[in-house]
């Protein structure tokens, strides 16, 4: 038998060279893609918990105690600011869900502070995300969840980080 053997000081062949790197790029290739995978499930993901129970609920309660005030559409109405859009969004967009939901509950309506059931609240918060186009999803807002308190707007408003 005429069997070549390779000293470890030999260069490897062309052939054995392009195997490598070829072996290299696919190993390279599906870890990128791994990465890629598991952003678009994270974008996918809703930012901000609600369903859309909440949002139906939220709009209900909107009309009834905010309409007035920020208009049928959240498009905001002489001094009372716009709750949907751009403005909304780059407003609340360093905050956390919680500051957006206390904020809410301590000063509207206006005058009148507190004077909303919790869940009035946590709906009304709920119906302004929905109407700045945030998606629900299976869980529910509950604002007890210091989690969930703590989760930031501005990525789910599309804000970089």
Not at 21 to 50: H, I, R
Not at 119 to 141: K, R, S
Request: charged share 20%; hydrophobic share 40%.
């Amino acid at each position: 038998m005429n069997r070549r053997t390779r000293t470890p000081d030999a260069p490897a062949s062309p052939a054995v060279r392009r195997r490598a790197v070829l072996a290299g790029g696919v190993a390279l290739a599906l870890a990128f893609g791994g990465v890629l995978y598991a952003s678009a499930d994270e974008a996918a993901a809703p930012a901000v918990p609600f369903t859309t129970e909440q949002v139906e609920a939220g709009q209900a309660a909107y009309q009834q105690h905010c309409a007035a005030c920020h208009g049928a559409e959240m498009e905001g109405m002489a001094h009372f600011p716009q709750l949907a859009g751009p403005t909304f969004q780059d407003r609340w967009s360093d905050d956390a869900l919680g500051d957006l939901y206390v904020y809410t509950r301590d000063q509207m309506p206006l005058g009148q502070g507190g004077s909303l059931p919790t869940e009035t609240y946590a709906e009304i918060t709920v119906a302004m995300l929905a109407a700045n186009d945030l998606a629900p999803g299976e869980t529910a807002f509950d604002p007890e969840d210091e989690d969930q308190l703590a989760l930031p707007l501005g990525p789910a408003f599309g804000a970089e980080e």
